[in-house]
């Protein structure tokens, strides 16, 4: 909110809004430093004062990864496209653990947020965004144990590896998209913070991660397959798998098909927030 | 640059508040009430933001109702107002944190509100970490942090404890760190909302300076308060909001006088005198109270530069040594002025009272206090202790001028609860 110059003051004008609201990137720009600062806030203060602090970042998809190796792998017997069960497990509990808990902080992040946004102004899209972005370290973090699995297991990654940047990018916006949508409805309706915890478990049996799309492949065809593709983890999950174990080719397909969809989220999403944005206070 | 900092154009803002619920006395009823429920909470939630137009229900409520104003660059203006009269509403508009229903508003520069102290504050992470993230969340960018950051700190005095958690911090400490940095906001205009009610008077006071500061560089702030004593130090006018409407804008003491004679003055509408009821059991008891003027005419109106009287007629009704007293203080009880027995005047020898009705007459000098509204709590005691106490009526001192004309201002040239003439001397040395 500062002038540009001397001679430049800013004015401001007050009004109630109408119909639908674009998103301010100007404006969004402006309040970077705010945006790092509060990443910076949910980063540091998650793990202060605790003992086991960021290796709470690897407990969590590696002791997921034992329970599913014996539990689907082990007793259930749930093939695994040819790799070793738990490595398999890893790859995509690595995206997985990330969007999950994405999706949820996000949810969750105006009713938390509302004792900022209700004494001071400022952009209120930010506060959806600001645990897509924090929760990346968790999943940087994560990482370095697949390095260490993927050396057990003599595995080495493929060059499609290069791509990992767009699948990651995809699952942000998937994160995005579905927590700028679940936060402006949870703030309305506290129904949605009851049901997130249980959505999230259940899109994890939906997406491939204990159980390799080959399988929706063989019981109904490619074309059922490739059209699942809509769910945007299904891409971001087979094509970690796919860049890191070499196993299948790059499912570009689903891929694209799943970027469609995770923009179209996104898209959504940020207009139905705006939408909704000029009575968050009033109903906090 | 416009010589307008704020231009407020009917704004107006409606909320809707729950009605009481419908309740059901027979069992079918609340049985297909709970069922139909996911449907009524539906139609309950939506319907606290939705409002169709012109709609008029009893369910709504105006917080803000065509309310239109214009403050000038470099202006200290106090808000002033019943709990509930809209302030607080009119100042989350203004800060963009809720839209209004309709009307319009500008403001000409940059904006910082205050609306808390330490918004933002996370408990786990050290002072040093909050100054950047309270500064960022009240507008600053990082490189002025950067700048002021040990201005900062040397301001809020706790220098030795800046890289611990806040979670340790006094509250005192807190409230100083949380308000050091906002004090160093350079906002063309500053929004302000009862923030100086927590801390203590050496940090109020540190406070008020501050904003005075603020206020001499060109700033505008705009200061909604309850502390009668704060606006009337910072503000040069103010305006007083009643029921989401202003009442009146101007001069800060006519506005202040205004709030106080609408707050207290109700309890005393009584043009100068007030008749209480008989009171068998007390062994005394205060049965009216008169205010007079210098011609012993009861009013609740005087002329400033002349004595006045406070009537305080008592019934004994066991003989002793009853006496009457008075405290007198301004209308809004924020001074007191003096404590007066009639003791001071009649020696407690000679203070033998029998059964009956008395009355004591205590005579105030003229052209000492200031035009304004007063009040007097006056007793009837023995040896100190009081059998009784009642409030007297409101009365006010008026300024008749020279020609003697009727004129309900207050001296504002002068501030002060007195307005005597005092005689200076000087010489050359």
């Not at chain 1, 897509?132 to 590896?161: C, E, H, Q, R």
């Not at chain 2, 229903?101 to 786990?124: C, K, M």
Request: with cysteine; aromatic share 10%; glycine share 8%.
């Amino acid at each position: 909110m500062s002038s540009i110059s001397e001679s430049l003051t800013p004015t401001i004008v007050i009004k109630p809004k109408s119909g639908w609201q674009l998103i301010d990137w100007k404006e969004l720009i402006e309040y970077r430093d705010l945006f790092y600062f509060l990443i910076k806030r949910d980063v540091l203060a998650i793990y202060k004062q605790t003992v086991l602090g960021f290796t709470w970042a690897i407990i969590r998809p590696v002791f997921s990864m034992i329970v599913f190796s014996v539990v689907f792998g082990g007793l259930a017997k749930i093939p695994s496209d040819g790799i070793p069960y738990p490595i398999f497990s890893y790859v995509a509990l690595i995206p997985w653990t990330y969007f999950a808990a994405a999706m949820n902080t996000s949810t969750q992040s105006l009713i938390s947020g509302k004792g900022i946004f209700t004494k001071v102004y400022f952009p209120r899209l930010i506060i959806p965004l600001i645990p897509v972005l924090s929760k990346l370290v968790d999943f940087a973090i994560a990482f370095v144990i697949l390095f260490g699995l993927m050396a057990w297991y003599g595995i080495s990654p493929t060059k499609n590896l290069i791509f990992l940047p767009v699948l990651i990018l995809m699952m942000m916006l998937t994160a995005s998209g579905i927590g700028m949508w679940l936060s402006a409805m949870a703030i309305q309706y506290r129904d949605i913070p009851h049901g997130v915890g249980f959505l999230s478990q259940m899109l994890m049996y939906a997406a491939p991660v204990v159980w390799p799309l080959s399988l929706l492949e063989d019981k109904f065809g490619e074309s059922v397959s490739l059209a699942y593709g809509i769910y945007p983890m299904v891409g971001v999950i087979e094509g970690f798998r796919s860049a890191l174990l070499g196993h299948n080719p790059m499912p570009w397909v689903l891929i694209g098909i799943g970027a469609l969809s995770a923009i179209v989220l996104f898209i959504s999403g940020a207009l139905y927030f705006k939408s909704k944005e000029r009575i968050f206070v009033d109903v906090a | 640059m416009s010589d307008i900092a704020i231009e407020v154009n009917s704004i107006s803002k409606r909320y809707r508040i729950g009605l009481k619920e419908e309740i059901h006395d027979t069992f079918i009823g609340s049985l297909t009430s709970w069922l139909k429920s996911p449907i009524s909470n539906y139609r309950k939630v939506h319907y606290l933001s939705s409002f169709s137009n012109n709609e008029e229900s009893d369910d709504i409520m105006w917080a803000l109702n065509d309310v239109s104003f214009k403050i000038n660059r470099g202006e200290i203006v106090g808000i002033i107002g019943k709990n509930g009269a809209g302030k607080s509403t009119l100042l989350k508009i203004l800060s963009r944190i809720t839209e209004p229903t309709s009307g319009e508003a500008t403001i000409n520069g940059n904006v910082a509100s205050l609306l808390e102290v330490g918004t933002g504050f996370h408990p786990e992470l050290s002072g040093r970490e909050n100054i950047y993230l309270n500064g960022t969340i009240l507008g600053m960018k990082r490189d002025e942090i950067d700048r002021k950051f040990d201005e900062i700190v040397d301001f809020s005095g706790v220098d030795q404890f800046i890289d611990t958690p806040v979670k340790r911090y006094s509250s005192g400490m807190y409230v100083r760190l949380a308000f050091s940095i906002a004090a160093h906001l350079e906002p063309d205009v500053l929004l302000v909302d009862e923030v100086l009610a927590v801390g203590d008077i050496e940090f109020q006071n540190k406070c008020l300076n501050k904003m005075d500061e603020v206020a001499k560089e060109g700033r505008t702030v705009l200061f909604v308060s309850h502390n009668m004593g704060s606006v009337g130090r910072l503000c040069s006018s103010a305006i007083l909001i009643k029921d989401g409407q202003i009442k009146r804008e101007g001069n800060v003491n006519e506005i202040i006088d205004l709030y106080s004679k609408l707050s207290f003055g109700k309890i005393n509408n009584s043009n100068g005198t007030i008749n209480y009821p008989e009171s068998r059991d007390k062994k005394a008891y205060i049965s009216s109270v008169r205010i007079l003027d210098h011609q012993d005419r009861i009013t609740s109106v005087l002329d400033q530069s002349k004595p006045f009287k406070i009537e305080v007629c008592f019934y004994v009704n066991e003989p002793s040594k009853f006496y009457a007293s008075a405290t007198l203080s301004t209308i809004d009880e924020t001074v007191r002025i003096l404590n007066s027995r009639e003791i001071e005047s009649i020696d407690t020898e000679h203070i033998d009272r029998n059964k009956g009705e008395y009355a004591s007459k205590l005579e105030f000098p003229g052209g000492i206090l200031n035009c304004g509204s007063y009040y007097a709590r006056v007793g009837v005691k023995k040896m100190g202790i009081s059998y009784d106490m009642k409030p007297s009526p409101s009365f006010e001192l008026v300024d008749y001028g020279n020609v003697g004309n009727f004129q309900t201002t207050v001296k504002s040239n002068k501030r002060g609860i007195l307005a005597m003439s005092l005689k200076w001397t000087s010489k050359k040395i």
